[in-house]
């Protein structure tokens, strides 16, 4: 289940780095991840 999860995770950050940027990567990645700050 976990594996599925992480799958799906890595699937919708791929296309969102390639498609927006880094950038707006980074301001989506901390939201499902929890807050690093």
């Not at 594996?3 to 940027?21: A, D, E, H, K």
Request: with cysteine; glycine share 6%.
């Amino acid at each position: 289940m976990e594996t599925q999860r992480m799958s799906l995770c890595y699937f919708q950050v791929i296309p969102l780095q390639v498609r927006s940027g880094p950038q707006e990567v980074a301001d989506l990645i901390p939201l499902p991840q929890g807050p690093l700050v």
